[in-house]
């Protein structure tokens, strides 16, 4: 009796906060949605308030930020489920990015390829849609995660942290210096590949300056990261990861393949960052080799760890949060304080000492982040989770 | 009773060096089907040395490991757990944070065939796939007697209990062989006594092999039809357990020389 109760309360109570959340998020983004496609434009928008928007929360912002959570989500299958320490994941959004940058452009103007492309078919270079982009972009990332993986991932704790830093610098250096490979030219090195092809939805065709419509394509996008983990987690693999994560002797003395479930954590976060690269070229409407430094290796592992380490939701509040500082909150205190008070601090000169910060702050405080993992919850908070028990158990007797 | 001809595990002519110390030496040993074998011997004896090379942890610097006609030698870990020799741990090592029952779907893994598209897409046969798992972890945590807390933190049970879940999720990987290391480390004499029936009905009820590394002298005698001593890496001795109370050289190896001596005057 007590069993089957505390059985449905369970259940009841589980898929329930998932809902909850799931529907927050879609929420949150319809009234998104609604502001910059509809309200923004609206010529009746008193002026205070567009200007207060477009300081604190221009839509290119939350385009970014969006594009973060889809990287973040993916580095919390590596970091956050399987427990392995990935310090070079700019490695996969470098190769994502570059991924849209050959396929959606003018660049390789010595082929004339299109496939289901949104742009005429006498245009130059490779054409493809974005959306088949998004599955190849994938592909290419999760073959070179497997490539970088296999050697690496049979290291452990400090020393895969390591090497996996390694890779995220000779990945992006390759690109910055891949403008003649034998006279190949890869990535056109410090000059970048610019002007993407639009992205098609159908309905129509959105460029580079249609804010709300790629908002769209990056919730649905993101949205689908958030199912692919959930649905990851409460399954076989997700298992294995977790298991791998708490011991890795007796999850291999259990039968769990060490290699091949980290190879496939890792292969599956590689996918999201390639996905997230994908986002972001499109996003910015070009490919530029400096942008993929190592700061943004630490700046996802900060939103993933600042979230929520394996929550999902966490790691989507984390990243928006970061991702915002970074592009807007800061440059926009700073404008606001400077010309409030006369001085000229550069304030977002101080992004990494503020994330330093608010690493120390995490871990000292609430190393579970801010919306936790339950099972974490339960290590990091020992006392509470003792009170919390005593109920179940003289339910039980 | 008689211990059955046909073995299930027979372990030939095992040494393992490490460095300039030979941890085992030459030392052979078998499992006969369905049987309870224990291996005992002084702290230092080679014990845990020789149950890793059998879960493939470490692998022997000479001999081979067969299990059933398979040898199993260089197999790694993993790919000997999943084809049917299943292990505990000495100092329990759960999964902490993931409920009892989770802990035996864990151990189901190299039996489960689902991959990443069809757990996503969450296909029919995966659905099926993982109710039976889930329905056979549940009837495993009954067998042992723990089945109220499946879905409790395995962290969160009594020492007992998750002595008991570390034994269910060793059977949730439906071995042929169970390697307990030292199952009744900090049982009182009683929960000790419990534990001697309670591995005789894993064996009849499972149809597996259980083999024993144990300290407590009364439940090793109590509970193995055949014991192997060893003493600084070697066998000195095997036998049932009368054999092996009246053996001069186990007495020797666990109570020194001088003892033995004065005993026997």
């Keep these: 009796m007590a069993r089957a109760a505390r059985k449905a309360k369970k259940a009841a109570k589980q898929p329930a906060s998932h809902r909850t959340w799931a529907l927050s998020y879609l929420a949150v983004a319809a009234v998104m949605f609604v502001v910059y496609q509809y309200a923004l434009p609206w010529e009746g928008l008193p002026l205070p308030i567009y200007d207060f928007l477009q300081l604190w929360l221009p839509p290119s912002s939350v385009n970014e930020a969006l594009v973060y959570v889809i990287c973040a989500l993916g580095l919390n299958i590596v970091v956050g489920y399987a427990g392995l320490l990935d310090l070079g994941y700019v490695a996969f959004w470098a190769i994502g990015g570059y991924s849209a940058g050959w396929f959606m452009s003018n660049f390789f103007e010595q082929w004339n390829v299109h496939g289901l492309a949104s742009v005429a078919t006498t245009e130059p270079g490779v054409h493809i849609n974005f959306w088949l982009v998004l599955v190849i972009g994938g592909a290419v990332c999760a073959f070179f995660g497997v490539i970088i993986g296999a050697p690496t991932l049979r ?44 992205i098609p939805t159908g309905v129509k065709d959105l460029g580079p300056f249609d804010f709300g419509s790629k908002f769209v394509v990056f919730v649905l996008l993101a949205a689908i990261m958030v199912f692919i983990s959930l649905q990851l987690r409460r399954g076989r693999l997700g298992r294995a990861w977790l298991a791998i994560r708490e011991d890795e002797l007796a999850a291999s003395m259990m039968g769990v393949p060490l290699m091949r479930t980290k190879l496939a954590s890792y292969a599956v976060g590689a996918v999201a960052g390639g996905i997230g690269g994908v986002a972001f070229a499109t996003h910015v409407d ?37 991702a915002w500082v970074n592009s807007t909150g800061l440059p926009a205190l700073g404008d606001t304080f400077n010309s409030q008070f006369g001085t000229e601090i550069d304030f977002p000169s101080f992004t990494f000492l503020l994330f330093g910060l608010v690493l120390i702050f995490m871990i000292l405080f609430k190393r579970e982040g801010l919306i936790p993992e339950s099972r974490l919850r339960l290590v990091l908070h020992e006392g509470d989770a003792d009170e919390e028990l005593k109920p179940a158990h003289e339910e039980e007797k | 009773m008689t211990l059955s001809n046909e073995l299930v595990l027979d372990a030939t002519h095992i040494s393992v060096q490490f460095g300039g110390l030979l941890a085992v ?90 991959g990443i598209a069809s757990t996503i897409l969450r296909t029919p046969r995966q659905r099926k796939e993982e109710k039976e798992a889930l329905d056979t972890a549940r009837e495993i945590l009954d067998f042992v007697g723990i089945g109220k807390w499946a879905t409790e933190y395995a962290r969160n049970l009594s020492y007992g209990d998750q002595r008991r879940l570390e034994v269910a999720r060793a059977l949730a990987l439906k071995p042929e062989i169970l390697l307990l290391d030292e199952p009744t480390a900090g049982m009182n004499p009683q929960e000790s006594g419990v534990f001697v029936d309670f591995v ?66």
Excluded: C
């Design chain 1, 155 to 198: 290291l452990k704790s400090d020393y895969l942290a390591l090497v996996t830093l390694g890779f995220g610098e000779i990945i992006p250096q390759i690109f910055f210096n891949g403008e003649d490979i034998n006279g190949f030219n890869l990535s056109n090195g410090t000059k970048g590949i610019t002007r993407l092809d639009p």
């Design chain 1, 286 to 322: 070009g490919v530029y080799a400096e942008r993929f430094n190592f700061s943004i290796s630490i700046f996802l592992l900060a939103m993933v760890v600042l979230g929520g380490m394996g929550n999902v939701w966490g790691v989507i509040l984390g990243a928006f949060i970061l």
């Design chain 2, 200 to 265: 005789h009905r894993v064996r009849d009820a499972r149809d597996v092999a259980i083999l024993l590394i144990e300290h407590d002298m009364s439940v090793v005698m109590s509970v193995s039809e055949r014991i192997t001593v060893l003493d600084r890496g070697e066998k000195i001795a095997e036998g049932s357990p009368e054999e092996i109370r009246s053996n001069q050289r186990v007495i020797e190896a666990y109570l020194g020389k001088a003892a033995s001596e004065g005993r026997g005057k």
């Design chain 2, 25 to 114: 030496n030459d030392v052979s040993f078998n499992i006969p089907k369905k049987s309870v074998v224990s291996l005992i011997g002084p702290n230092g004896a080679g014990k845990t040395t020789f149950f890793n090379v059998l879960t493939g942890l470490y692998k022997p610097s000479e001999g081979k490991v067969m299990f059933g006609d398979r040898e199993i030698t260089d197999l790694p870990p993993h790919k000997i757990a999943s084809i049917g020799l299943a292990r505990t741990f000495q100092n329990i090592r759960l999964f902490g944070l993931m409920t009892a029952e989770e802990n035996l779907m864990v151990a189901m893994h190299s039996h489960l065939k689902s």
